[in-house]
């Protein structure tokens, strides 16, 4: 099985703020990652696929980078609406796990 | 419109069986695979096992291998994740969601979520 390190756990940022959160990989899996948002109470949304393709209806300020063993999801300019939990999923070998998640909240 | 429509919450006690349901829409039901997720409260996602309906071709991740029986009936577009005998740590959100490649990849719709809640 692939390990996944997924950091930080916790972000505290302010609206407006650029945030990154990374996502590495105790092997190689090419470009086969994807993230996902999750709200309180809500599943999970798909944002990225193929560690850098934005799914059809996310915004723009979403974007995905890395290839081989280190990802980063960069939100450019952060909404109020974007404050929830973040998960990365790599589908290179099976089982296609998910990182442990990034909580970010307000500061 | 892509939909995954789940059964609602169920109170279980240890060693009662469960099987609950995800219903899809809007697309073609047999040309996808169905994953499921479990969320334990306040934990992260984990990836249990998935299924081609068109087939029953299914395959299980080694942590859930055993512990579940994941099951589809592609006449009323419908998967199935069931428990024979629910433990307390079976206490757990329950996703499923639509896969889209070939048996593991990417998932790109989600139901709503199932509670299952296992209590004395």
């Known amino acids: 099985a692939i390990w996944m390190t997924q950091s930080p756990s916790l972000l505290s940022a302010s609206t407006g703020d650029r945030v990154t959160i990374s996502c590495r990989m105790s092997q190689g899996i090419s470009s086969y990652l994807a993230w996902y948002q999750q709200k309180p109470g809500k599943a999970p949304e798909l944002l990225i696929y193929a560690a850098s393709t934005l799914q059809s209806g996310v915004p723009s300020r979403f974007s995905g980078s890395g290839s081989g063993t280190d990802f980063t999801l960069t939100i450019s300019c952060l909404q109020s609406e974007d404050f929830a939990t973040y998960y990365c999923q790599q589908y290179y070998s099976f089982p296609p796990n998910f990182g442990g998640g990034t909580k970010v909240e307000i500061k | 419109e892509v939909q995954l429509v789940q059964s609602g919450a169920e109170v279980k006690k240890p060693g009662e069986s469960l099987k609950i349901s995800c219903k899809g829409s809007g697309y073609s039901f047999t040309s996808y695979w169905i994953g499921w997720v479990r969320q334990m409260p306040g934990k992260g996602l984990e990836w249990m096992g998935i299924?081609?309906?068109?087939?029953?071709?299914?395959r299980y991740s080694p942590s859930f291998q055993g512990q579940v029986t994941i099951s589809a009936d592609k006449s009323i577009s419908t998967a199935y994740l069931q428990w024979s005998s629910l433990k307390a740590s079976d206490t757990a959100m329950y996703y499923c969601?639509?896969?889209?490649?070939?048996?593991?990849?990417?998932?790109?719709?989600w139901g709503q979520g199932t509670l299952v809640t296992v209590s004395s």
């Open positions: 969601a639509r896969e889209r490649g070939g048996g593991y990849d990417y998932l790109d719709y």
């Open positions: 299924i081609y309906p068109g087939d029953s071709d299914t």
